[in-house]
């Protein structure tokens, strides 16, 4: 499931399941799974770094839950988790692997292993595997008890990847398996969505199935096209002021508009979408990469985009293929290919209208190719907003939606 889901859920219980930590590695996010540690609880919920899905569910001390199998207790209170009750609750399984840096034995069945702790220093020697054909971990000494427990998919937790979200989690909501940012010579045009969808309804989901679907939304685009294309907003969102106005060359940039623009919130799509307030035609999409460490962060889900750029050599445009912008480049990676921005950065502050104190710092928007990159303290790209010159009325949208559409 979706690590903001997962979030909801634990939000929901919060009088049941209490002190719950977020680990994540600050300067390199994308190296270190995503942890909800449950601390009462001895759980600990790992999420994959780049998919933000979650991957293995660590139960690291037995003593704070109760555990079964097939409706009876292999741990509990009264149950103590031994090598024997193990084999007794799950059966036969290949031999243990003794691991001599960490002291312990693991037993691995397919999607679950457990880790038993040796009850001294001086069992350990006997476990080293360097008789009996290396096989000399295979008995696990009785009475040791399990330390830790792991359930994942396959047959093997350091190889062990997300899996497809579920049925059970899509609740009638749709997903981007992926954003491609559409473009010419000049700039973005809009966005190719690849999204995912399950049928939802009563008594559908024993036979539903996920579809897939494509739709394409145009700089331009009206409402309507927006509401056809990706259903309604999760929220729709009023401009109260323009905070960046100030920095634009426009002398009316101080008198108050009448009316105020609008943001359509797609937050399982991770995208944004801004709206001219007289026209009410697409101006602005805001596509978010969803870091820990940010001010917004869980509040969208991952947008997996890509960007292909438009690299100018000795004053020819020419585009290579493996030019692609994506959701975890960096921003020195993004100035390399574009060149550094003219302009200096717009520092940006979030803070709240009640707590004016962000703990997270502020983040850099810099300008480049019709494109504004916000940029976190750890040189990762918090959003793109991607703007464009808006059609004139009459003229046609740059590719017709096909027939399926």
Known sequence: MPLAQAI??????????KNVQVLYSEQTPLSHDLILNLTQDGIKLLFDATNQRLKVI????????????????FNSQAIVPTIEQIDQSFGA?????????????HLNFRGLSFSFQLDSWNEAPKYEPNFALGLASLQIPHGAMVKRMHIYTG???????????????????????????????????????????????????ADAKVKSLERSIFFGDSCQDVLGALGSPHKIFYKSEDKMKIHSPSPHKQVPSKC?????????????????STTHLVKKFVLHTNYPGHYNFNIYHRSDFKIPLVIKK???????????????????QVQELLGHPMEKPVVLHRSSSANNTNPFGSTFCFGLQRMIFEVMQNNHIASVTLYGAPRTTGQARPESRSSSH
């Open 155 to 205: 047959n093997n937790l350091q190889e062990t990847k997300a899996p497809a979200m579920p049925l059970a989690c899509f609740l009638g909501n749709i997903y981007a398996e992926c954003v491609d940012v559409l473009r010419d010579q000049a700039g973005p045009l809009g966005l190719k969505l690849r999204l995912l969808t399950a049928g939802c309804g009563p008594g559908v989901m």
């Open 314 to 332: 000795e004053g020819v445009d020419s585009q290579t293929e493996d030019c692609v912008l994506t959701t975890y480049s960096k921003w020195d």
């Open 8 to 17: 909801s859920i634990l939000q929901k219980h919060c009088r049941i399941i």
């Open 260 to 276: 105020n623009d609008y943001f359509f919130n797609y937050f399982t799509l991770g995208v944004d979408i801004l709206f001219d």
């Open 93 to 105: 399984t290949h031999p243990g692997v003794y691991n001599a840096a960490e002291q312990l034995f």
């Open 58 to 73: 660590e139960v690291y001390d037995l003593s704070k839950v109760k555990l079964k199998y097939c409706g009876v207790h």
